[in-house]
């Protein structure tokens, strides 16, 4: 299992991007799938995530409103809108079915 993470990059307050993860050696779409962020000092935190066979995303508080997950295939995608400096951070995808699995994240620079 493997995954592999695009999309990062610098933008301006309000701006946006959008970030995808491809998934290589399994079927994505048994496996829950999420997109995790951790910010400079401080711990990882859950951003959004869509359960094993399903397709409909759950946000956290930070993400709600803003960000949408979608899965397609063997991708995830993360559409993120309306970027703030304190999204700033590296963002991982992940999926798990019996443990975790983590792609290698993708920096994220919101400027003011």
């Known amino acids: 299992v493997q995954l592999q993470a695009s999309g990062g990059g610098s933008v301006l307050d309000g701006g946006s991007l959008k970030l995808s993860c491809v998934g290589s050696?399994?079927?994505?779409?048994?496996?829950?799938i999420g997109w995790v962020r951790q910010r400079a000092d401080k711990e990882r935190e859950a951003v959004a995530c869509?359960?094993?066979?399903?397709?409909a995303g759950y946000y956290s508080n930070v993400a709600e409103g803003r960000f949408t997950i979608s899965r397609t295939g063997n991708r995830i995608d993360l559409q993120m809108t309306n970027l703030k400096p304190e999204d700033t951070a590296v963002y991982y995808c992940?999926?798990?079915?019996?443990?975790?699995?983590w792609g290698q994240g993708t920096e994220v620079t919101v400027s003011s």
């Open positions: 992940n999926a798990w079915y019996r443990r975790d699995y």
């Open positions: 869509i359960p094993a066979l399903q397709h």
């Open positions: 050696g399994f079927r994505m779409l048994s496996y829950g």
